[in-house]
């Protein structure tokens, strides 16, 4: 049977992405960000609450890979820009008016409201049908940095973006393939709508298929 592969930004507990996956189905393979993906490996998850700033830091050898084997990918935060850059996209930048999901460390902005709708998800994507949800929900928003239609790589479509900045906040690859990027801390459900944590099981679920 394979297994998930878990990388987690440079300097990051893997333990909080590992929990999520832990939950759901076997212990992951945690991966170095600059190792080869092993073998055994049915999806790869990738996570960190840092940004991804492109150079001088390096995408992962291991997601090229995943995506080369059109593996089941999930990126979330500093993974869902890791793979926008792998993709050919660019870093994120830096938004003027950021809305986070409470006080961090570092970042500015106003706390988020989650009574108000902000995010769209876009309907027909392969995220909204896996969450069952479309149209405006509301999340935590895109955070401090974050990608717009400028930074998209272009063998990607967004899924959802915020409304007020037009922010992408989540990402997926057309056709047949499962590879989704998503700013959203999926670790934290107190923090985003129901139905959010179904991205991590059909995650979990694909990288146990032979």
């Known amino acids: 049977m394979k297994i998930p592969a878990l990388i987690t930004a440079p300097g990051e507990d893997p333990e909080v992405a590992a929990g999520i996956i832990r939950e759901i189905g076997p212990e992951p393979m945690i991966v170095a960000p600059d190792a080869d993906l092993p073998g055994g490996v049915g999806g790869l998850l990738m996570y960190g609450e840092s940004v991804f700033v492109g150079f001088p830091e390096s995408a992962p050898p291991a997601l090229r890979a995943a995506i080369k084997a059109d593996m089941p990918v999930l990126g979330i935060g500093w993974g869902m820009h890791a793979l926008n850059v792998v993709l050919g996209g660019k870093p994120p930048m830096?938004?003027?008016?950021?809305?986070?999901?409470?006080?961090?460390?570092?970042?500015?902005?106003?706390t988020a409201d989650l009574g108000r709708m902000r995010t769209f998800l876009t309907l027909g994507g392969k995220v909204a049908a896996t969450i069952g949800a479309?149209?405006?929900?509301?999340?935590?928003?895109?955070?401090?940095?974050?990608?717009?239609?400028?930074?998209?790589?272009?063998?990607?479509?967004?899924?959802?973006?915020?409304?007020?900045?037009?922010?992408?906040?989540?990402?997926?690859?057309?056709?047949?393939?499962?590879?989704?990027?998503?700013?959203?801390?999926?670790?934290?459900?107190?923090l985003l709508p129901s139905r959010f944590d179904n991205l991590v099981a059909a995650f979990v679920e694909r990288s146990l298929e032979v």
Do not use: C, N, Q
């Not at 830096?94 to 106003?110: Q, S, T």
């Open 94 to 110: 830096r938004l003027a008016d950021v809305v986070v999901a409470g006080p961090r460390g570092g970042r500015k902005g106003r």
């Open 134 to 190: 479309g149209g405006p929900v509301a999340t935590p928003g895109p955070g401090g940095f974050a990608i717009r239609e400028a930074e998209k790589a272009p063998g990607l479509m967004a899924s959802a973006y915020d409304m007020g900045t037009g922010a992408i906040e989540a990402l997926e690859m057309p056709g047949y393939h499962w590879v989704i990027g998503v700013v959203w801390p999926l670790h934290r459900p107190d």
